[in-house]
C-alpha cells in the first residue's frame, strides 16, 4: 500500500533518448512535485502541480516536461537526454498548509550512458 | 556503498550517545522547517517540524530547536541507535511560495555500535 509510487525504479538509457518516469500518489494530497537529487545527495525542486495545475516552474532545461493527468499522478517525460540528467529523480506530494511536508516517493535513480 | 565520496558534512557518534545535528537555513522570512531523513536507497523521510512562531519541539527521541537570530536550526536525537544512521536534510518553506521547500545540503550520519 505504498503512499506515493514511481516507476521505474531504476533506469538506464543512452544519450539522445527519450523517456518518462510515472508517479503516483494515493494519499489524496492535492499538490505533487519533482525534485531532482545530484550526486551530492543535493535536492532541488524541478515542478509542482496543484489540481493538475503548474504552479511552480523552476529553472529547468525545456526537454523536461511534467504532465499531471489527475491529481493522483504526476510524470515526467525528459527528451534527448544527456549525460548531466544522469541523478535520482523524486516525487513527492503534501496536503494544503504543508502539515507535515512532503510525503516523497523511494526515487527513480536515471543513468544516461 | 552509495555515499561514498560525497563529501557531505558527517557525524560520526556511538551508539547510545546524543547527536547534533546542525542546519544553516537561506532566508529570514521562511515561517515552517522540517527535518527529514534519508536512508540509502530511499526516498527522503518525514522527522519533525516547528514554525517560527516556537524555538524548541520535542518528538520521540527528537528535538528540534529554532534560533532566527542567527538563521539556525538543530536536530538533537537523543540515545542514537544504528538505525539512526542516514543523510539528514532541514528544509525551509517561504509564505506564499506555493508550498515550495528548499532543502539544505544534508549531513551524514553515522552511529557506530
Known amino acids: 500500500d505504498t503512499a506515493v509510487s514511481q516507476t521505474p525504479k531504476y533506469l538506464v538509457t543512452q544519450m539522445g533518448n527519450d523517456k518518462s518516469i510515472k508517479c503516483e500518489q494515493n494519499?489524496?494530497?492535492?499538490?505533487m512535485y519533482w525534485y531532482k537529487q545530484d550526486s551530492k545527495k543535493f535536492l532541488k525542486i524541478m515542478f509542482s502541480?496543484?489540481?493538475?495545475?503548474?504552479?511552480i516552474n523552476e529553472t529547468v532545461p525545456n526537454r523536461f516536461s511534467p504532465k499531471s493527468p489527475d491529481k493522483a499522478h504526476l510524470n515526467l517525460h525528459i527528451n534527448s537526454l544527456e549525460l548531466g540528467d544522469s541523478a535520482v529523480y523524486f516525487c513527492?506530494?503534501?496536503?494544503?498548509?504543508?502539515?507535515?511536508?512532503?510525503?516523497f516517493g523511494s526515487g527513480t535513480r536515471l543513468t544516461v550512458v | 556503498g552509495e555515499n561514498v565520496g560525497l563529501h557531505l558534512p558527517t557525524l560520526s557518534v556511538q551508539e547510545g550517545d546524543n547527536s547534533i545535528i546542525n542546519c544553516a537555513y537561506s532566508?529570514?522570512?521562511?515561517?515552517?522547517f522540517i527535518w527529514y531523513k534519508q536512508e540509502s536507497g530511499k526516498g527522503p523521510q518525514f522527522i519533525i517540524d516547528?514554525?517560527?512562531?516556537?524555538d524548541k519541539r520535542q518528538g520521540q527521541r527528537v528535538t528540534v530547536l529554532l534560533n532566527k537570530t542567527v538563521k539556525h536550526l538543530s536536530l538533537q536525537i537523543a540515545a542514537t541507535q544504528p538505525g539512526d544512521s542516514a543523510v539528514y536534510f532541514c528544509?525551509?518553506?517561504?509564505?506564499?511560495?506555493?508550498?515550495?521547500?528548499?532543502f539544505g545540503k544534508g549531513t551524514l550520519l553515522t552511529v557506530n555500535p
Open positions: 494519499l489524496g494530497h492535492d499538490t
Open positions: 528544509a525551509e518553506n517561504l509564505p506564499r511560495s506555493n508550498y515550495k521547500l528548499t
Open positions: 516547528i514554525r517560527s512562531n516556537m
Open positions: 532566508n529570514s522570512a521562511s515561517d515552517y
Open positions: 513527492a506530494s503534501s496536503q494544503g498548509r504543508l502539515n507535515y511536508g512532503y510525503t
Open positions: 502541480y496543484n489540481n493538475k495545475e503548474l504552479i
